[in-house]
């Protein structure tokens, strides 16, 4: 079995991820990434983008998905979305008995998946679907949760019910592959995935071919997934922080309706006006720093990767510790308080950003080095837009069971015990 080093100190990270980026540039094929990229039972891998080996497929697949959906002016268009699915949520919200304790997961769930599902399909699949989809990808998720593992062990009996989810994902996925190949316009993920020609040797990048339906179906959970569930995790946790910290709550508040008052109605909520906010981007750096969504980003020494993309024996595995390296001792002050002002000027780590820097790192909530994560953009900009929306019209106040703060730690590093909060809609100033 290949050799396990496990970095939790971001001294060490920092060394690995810049100074050895040209030897890590892949994932660990054993356990959970091996077993999805292998689900067909077929002798061919099937790679989404994060199994697949450095090369010229991995580039190809990952400089579509930036082109597709996450390069700025893609992030751009998709603002009408982003206020559709806000609206959405407020709505519920309101719906419900005000001051009751909601359980926000459930609400976050539903509009955060359609919106997954409208950016990789399009605006056009009917709520049914969706909501099939949401069901089928509740299993998936929940199924990564329950196998992964650092030492990359499995147990066939849970792997099996994993992989089982990709019939019932086939079975809804497909007719959406189908209508975009029908189609003469493009504008979705999947239609920029039915369009994409893939190198057909990874070796020397010669010849081109499509994607068979089984590598676009694989894709296309990976967007979804990491769209929906990881974004969801940092609202969740930035929520827990802010019913538990009403000053925190209050002076994000006083910003958000401060750029509301002074930008024109719309203006204020776009990407461009929520970039702009300061504390805002202070607690959402916070929260990443104490709960990251993936605590943990892997890398793998293979044999023959040098002779260009495929995977052969793993010698050696490196586990980077994401939670312990925001929470090291030597790096924070008081690691486990939640403090937003340490992100602000003159604060211990107003230098530090969600992405690590040459000559420093002391987070990386979005991994590093050549696989860092390319969705960082579109998630800071739905996170900040679902946060800004949710405190500028809601009061929101801890249950009387109070909050738990309990990690999950698994492949989405999920609350424990799902955020319940009392919400009172708010008269706008
Ligand atoms: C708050 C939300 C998110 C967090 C915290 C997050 C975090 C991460 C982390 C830690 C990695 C591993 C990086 C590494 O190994 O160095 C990763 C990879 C990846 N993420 Fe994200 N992610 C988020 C949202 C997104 C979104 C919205 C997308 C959009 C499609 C996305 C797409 C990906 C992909 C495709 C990879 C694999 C990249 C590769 O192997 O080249 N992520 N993410």
């Known amino acids: 079995s290949p050799a396990i080093q496990v970095v939790g100190d971001p001294a060490v ?36 983008i994060t199994t697949a080996a450095y090369g010229s497929h991995w580039r ?51 509009a955060l998946f359609a919106l997954a599902a409208r950016t990789c399909f399009g605006d056009g699949v009917e709520e049914s679907r969706v909501r099939a989809l949401q069901r089928v990808m509740e299993d998936l998720t929940q199924g990564m949760d329950d196998n992964v593992s650092l030492d990359g062990s499995t147990d066939p009996r849970r792997l099996r019910r994993l992989l089982g989810v990709f019939v019932p994902l086939g079975e809804l996925v497909r007719p959406l592959v189908a209508a975009s190949r029908a189609r003469q316009t493009a504008g979705s993920y999947v239609d920029s995935l039915v369009d994409l020609r893939v190198p057909v040797n990874d070796v020397d990048g010669n010849g081109k071919r ?24 940092c609202i969740e946790w930035t929520l827990a922080h802010l019913v538990i910290g009403l000053e925190v709550q209050k002076k994000l508040r006083r910003e958000v309706d401060e750029a509301a008052a002074a930008g024109d109605a719309e203006a204020w909520l776009s990407e461009k006006g929520l970039g702009d906010l300061p504390y805002l981007r202070a607690v959402v750096l916070e929260s990443l720093r104490m709960h990251p969504p993936s605590p943990f980003v892997t890398r793998g020494v293979h044999d023959d990767l040098a002779s260009g993309g495929t995977i052969g ?84 106040a801890p249950p009387s069971s109070g909050v ?20 009172t809609r708010r008269t706008l100033p």
């Open 13 to 48: 990270a920092q060394r690995l991820v810049n100074d050895a980026a040209d030897a890590l540039t892949t994932r660990p094929n054993d356990g959970l990434l091996k077993a999805l990229a292998t689900w067909t039972g077929g002798p061919e891998r099937i790679e989404s």
């Open 60 to 110: 190809s697949l990952r400089s579509n998905l930036t082109a597709a959906v996450l390069n700025p002016s893609r992030i751009a268009a998709l603002a009408p979305l982003h206020r559709d699915a806000v609206q959405d949520l407020l709505a519920g919200l309101s719906a419900g008995a005000a001051g009751e304790a909601v359980v926000m997961r459930e609400y976050l769930d539903r």
């Open 210 to 233: 499509a994607l068979g339906d089984d590598e676009i179906l694989g894709l296309v959970a990976e967007f979804l997934a990491t769209n929906w569930k990881v974004v969801e995790t």
């Open 313 to 396: 024996r793993l010698r050696k595995k490196l586990v980077f510790l994401v939670r312990d390296i925001g929470r090291h001792g030597g790096a924070w002050t008081d690691p486990d308080q939640f403090m937003p002002e340490r992100f602000l000027p003159g604060g211990e780590a107003e230098d530090v950003n969600h992405m690590p820097g040459r000559s420093e790192m002391r987070m990386m909530p979005f991994g590093g080095g050549r696989r860092f994560c390319p969705g960082y953009s579109l998630a800071l900009v739905r996170v900040k837009f679902f946060l800004a929306a949710l405190v500028r019209h809601f009061e929101l």
């Open 404 to 423: 738990d703060l309990a990690e999950r730690l698994a492949f989405n590093n999920l609350m424990k015990k799902p955020l319940r909060v009392r919400v």
